[in-house]
């Protein structure tokens, strides 16, 4: 499979606990982004990678948020101190990187979170 | 106000019919995606268009940019088409076409 991965699909934890998630990109693809999606809603805008470099975060990313792309191929989420508010589904998604104008983003199954 | 817009929120149709979803924006936008979301959460893209129409297969979408509307067809639905269909616009600030703004999504169901 040559698509999106990401690791882990489910993640259950306790309100306070810090967890992480990897996302692996499509081999070539040089932008990788991250997304929250929340139950009934559309994915919403966390953060972007242009290689290793981390261009934009949203404002919705706290200080508890932090991504790393280290060497511009796999990247991280963690999110700090967890708290119940933060359940969603963590998409995340990249893309070659060519378009002028945009380019065809390729969606990872997501890391469904649950704290508790 | 959000700045995607998709109506109807669910759609239920009989396997055969013309289905219509549309999707209003009110930014300056670069490109429009149309994207399909199956329970489980996969997402895949369907169309990436910044003016005119895109056909594939039984699928059609068309962009008008001065009435900032964009509508997605499907041609003979057929239950496997059910699924949540969403809009997102990337945005044209500074050359920033790769932050996408989604709408909520489009439930449809097609019954057999």
């Known amino acids: 499979d040559t698509g999106v991965s990401q690791d882990p699909r489910h993640k259950i934890t306790k309100r306070g606990q810090n967890v992480t998630f990897r996302c692996d990109p499509i081999s070539e693809h040089n932008r990788l982004y991250w997304y929250r999606q929340t139950l009934g809603q559309g994915p919403e805008f966390l953060t972007y990678?242009?290689?290793?470099?981390?261009?934009?975060k949203s404002r919705l990313l706290s200080d508890r948020f932090s991504a790393e792309r280290p060497k511009g191929s796999f990247s991280t989420l963690e999110i700090q101190r967890t708290e119940q508010g933060d359940s969603a589904m963590y998409l995340c998604a990249s893309s070659l990187g060519a378009g002028g104008f945009g380019d065809t983003q390729y969606f990872g199954p997501g890391t469904r979170l649950t704290v508790l | 106000k959000n700045e995607v817009e998709q109506s109807p929120q669910n759609l239920t149709a009989q396997e055969g019919e013309f289905i219509t979803i549309n999707c209003s924006y009110s930014?300056?936008?670069?490109?429009l995606h149309w994207l399909q979301q199956h329970p489980g959460g996969g997402i895949v893209s369907l169309f990436m268009l910044s003016s005119g129409k895109k056909k594939h297969g039984r699928l059609i979408a068309t962009i008008n940019i001065q009435e900032k509307h964009s509508s997605l067809h499907i041609t003979a639905s057929h239950p496997r088409d059910s699924a949540v269909y969403i809009c997102?616009?990337?945005?044209?600030?500074?050359?920033?076409?790769?932050?996408?703004?989604f709408g909520k999504g489009t439930l449809l169901t097609v019954n057999p």
């Open positions: 997102a616009v990337g945005g044209n600030s500074g050359g920033s076409n790769y932050k996408l703004t």
């Open positions: 990678f242009q290689n290793e470099a981390q261009l934009e």
């Open positions: 930014v300056g936008i670069s490109a």
